[in-house]
Nanobody, 114 residues
Framework: QVQLVESGGGLVQPGGSLRLSCATSGSIYSPNDMGWYRQAPGKERELVARITRSALTIYADSVKGRFTISRDNEKNTVYLAMSSLKPEDTAVYYC????????WGQGTQVTVSS
């Protein structure tokens, strides 16, 4: 069964760090650019980080310099290291291909609050 499984979210204070993981199958991972998306309450889902098959990375301006996306080709896993977190980073974070081609997983909640 094709699926995407996100993990690693939690509650963190402003300025803190988290590392998210996205496990997937090779049929999703290998041929595609992968990305991390997020959806905050009352807002549309947005793409915040993208990594190509050749490991080129692209970031939304709102996270540039604070978030780092990476991929482990042996594990078919994509990571998002987040630092200097801000309250406005609070959202449910999802991974998927770029463009999105597969059903969304359950996501992982990130809450930045003191």
């Amino acid at each position: 069964q094709v699926q995407l499984v996100e993990s690693g979210g939690g509650l963190v204070q402003p300025g803190g760090s988290l590392r998210l993981s996205c496990a997937t199958s090779g049929s999703i991972y290998s041929p595609n650019d992968m990305g991390w998306y997020r959806q905050a309450p009352g807002k549309e889902r947005e793409l915040v980080a993208r990594i190509t098959r050749s490991a080129l990375t692209i970031y939304a301006d709102s996270v540039k310099g604070r978030f780092t996306i990476s991929r482990d080709n042996e594990k078919n896993t994509v990571y998002l290291a987040m630092s200097s977190l801000k309250p406005e980073d609070t959202a449910v974070y999802y991974c998927n291909t770029v463009p999105q081609n597969f059903r969304w997983g359950q996501g992982t909640q990130v809450t930045v609050s003191s």
